[in-house]
Antibody, heavy 118, light 113 residues
Framework: VELQESGPGLVKSSETLSLTCNVSGGSITTHYWSWIRQSPGRGLEWIGYMWHTGTTNYNPSLKSRVTISVGPSTNQFSLKLTSVTATDTAIYYC?????????????WGQGSPVTVSS | DIVLTQSPHSLAVSLGERATINCKSSQTVLFSSNNMNYLAWYQQKPGQPPKLLMYWASTRESGVPDRFSGSGSGTEFTLTISSLQAEDVAVYFCQQYYDIPPTFGPGTKLEIK
């Protein structure tokens, strides 16, 4: 399976960050899928996961601002993070959960760097 | 949240020598009902995403060389590279999946001496 993130690399402060993950070589119906971000200041931070039926689970620290959903196209899923600030500047990865449904991540996208500007 | 700490922060080892990285959890990640440790290890090279090395603390992911091994239980874990190769230069992270949210350690940078 291959994962590829896409979306704007620059987002203005207070606006909404939107990213899409395209999954190829496999189906999103067979695994859980997560968004994870990495920054020098915060390290690796799990954002949340989804199941293809729409079930989600979010990091409590971000829950009020995060939506992860299926689409916009087949075998894609998306991340929306509202009201961004400079602390949301990071590389954003989409990742696949293990076959067993446990929350380790066996495949990752290459990452999408996002900078929040004022 | 479960907090993971790693030691050392960075490590320089000669080629062919053993490298040992430690990960300590703020609470147990051993699930008593199945006696499994909910801990994974990843390797990240510059410009690349993390790559899964190990899960259940000591089970190697498919394709990972057997010079990599994991050990430990409860709150203290170790990743060992038995004979360091040049391609092992990277940052290594531990991650717990015992609880939500899954959390990662801060990383250990491994270099060649």
């Amino acid at each position: 399976v291959e994962l590829q993130e896409s979306g704007p690399g620059l987002v203005k402060s207070s606006e909404t960050l939107s990213l899409t993950c395209n999954v190829s070589g496999g189906s999103i119906t067979t695994h859980y899928w997560s968004w994870i971000r990495q920054s020098p200041g915060r390290g690796l931070e799990w954002i949340g996961y989804m199941w293809h039926t729409g079930t989600t689970n979010y990091n409590p620290s971000l829950k009020s601002r995060v939506t992860i959903s299926v689409g916009p196209s087949t075998n894609q899923f998306s991340l929306k993070l509202t009201s961004v600030t400079a602390t949301d500047t990071a590389i954003y990865y989409c990742a696949r959960h293990s076959y067993s449904g446990n929350n380790w991540f066996d495949s990752w996208g290459q990452g999408s760097p996002v900078t929040v500007s004022s | 949240d479960i907090v993971l700490t790693q030691s050392p922060h960075s490590l320089a080892v000669s080629l062919g020598e053993r490298a040992t990285i430690n990960c300590k959890s703020s609470q147990t990640v051993l699930f008593s009902s199945n006696n499994m440790n909910y801990l994974a290890w990843y390797q990240q090279k510059p410009g690349q995403p993390p790559k899964l090395l190990m899960y259940w603390a000591s089970t190697r992911e498919s394709g990972v060389p057997d010079r990599f091994s994991g050990s430990g239980s409860g709150t203290e874990f170790t990743l060992t590279i038995s004979s360091l190769q040049a391609e092992d230069v990277a940052v290594y992270f531990c991650q717990q999946y015992y609880d939500i949210p899954p959390t990662f350690g801060p990383g250990t940078k491994l270099e060649i001496k």
